[in-house]
């Protein structure tokens, strides 16, 4: 029989996150120019998502079932110990206009829905603990002058956390995937580093000006092309 032609076009890679809190921290910027997110209702699925980073010719997509139709997620930045990290749908925006993230209504129907990218498209990385893969993500959120973003999920008992293309020197046009197991169980939506001990912490707030501080976004399931450890 022939070979069919492989489909072509954009894919969408979907991976889950744990909350909507989760998705609402992954997309903001602390100024106008966060993420806007994507309610999509293609394919028998509604999902409210925001589009991450690419691999070959497919995007990451995190997401969380879609609850309503609204307008906004209205987000509060825990910058002090007695504010709470909260996420709300919302149907306008009311107050200040940066702590709203816009939604727009999507048909992502004419893409390719993957269960994971191709064999050699993603490089996995062991990190020699989770303290050199924060300060790996802290020396690049430096040169970036960003709000770096790592991930954490667990699987088979275990917690990991991981970033993409951490390193420059080694990305080329595949993706750098690096992960290392934490035996830190908090579960706080950042990572607090100190620079004099090289250690770190999952915090809830962000306040403390010694410390340099990191996205943790939650995953509700590993990323399909993670691979356990031996």
């Known amino acids: 029989m022939p070979k069919r032609d492989k489909p072509k076009g954009k894919g969408i890679l979907y991976v889950r996150v744990a909350t909507l809190t989760d ?42 079932d879609a609850e309503g139709e609204q307008s ?15 996420a709300r749908l919302s149907g ?6 940066k702590d709203y993230i816009n939604i727009f209504a999507v048909d992502l129907g004419a893409f390719r829905e993957l269960k994971a ?5 993603v490089v996995q990385i062991k990190m020699g603990s989770a303290e050199d893969l924060v300060h790996a993500t802290i020396k690049k959120s430096v040169r970036e002058e ?25 990305t080329d046009d595949r993706k750098t995937f690096y992960y290392a197991e ?17 250690t770190f912490e999952f915090a809830e707030t962000v306040g403390e000006h010694s410390y340099i501080y990191i996205k943790i976004v939650r995953l509700a399931e590993p990323f399909p092309f993670f691979k356990m450890p031996d």
């Open 182 to 198: 934490t035996k830190d169980k908090g579960k706080g939506g950042f990572a607090k580093y100190s620079y004099s001990s090289n």
């Open 117 to 121: 990218p191709g064999k050699d498209d």
């Open 72 to 86: 906004f997620v209205k987000y509060s930045f825990p910058s002090s110990a007695d504010q709470r990290e909260t």
């Open 146 to 170: 960003s709000f770096a973003t790592l991930y954490a999920f667990e699987a088979k008992g275990k917690r990991f956390i991981c970033g993409f293309d951490l390193i420059d020197e080694l």
């Open 23 to 64: 998705l609402a921290r992954y997309a903001y910027n602390f100024d106008f120019s966060s993420k806007s997110l994507i309610l999509s209702r293609s394919g028998g699925h509604a999902r409210l998502l925001a589009l991450g980073e690419s691999i070959k010719e497919s995007v990451i997509a995190y997401f969380i």
């Open 92 to 97: 306008a925006a009311e107050g200040s206009e």
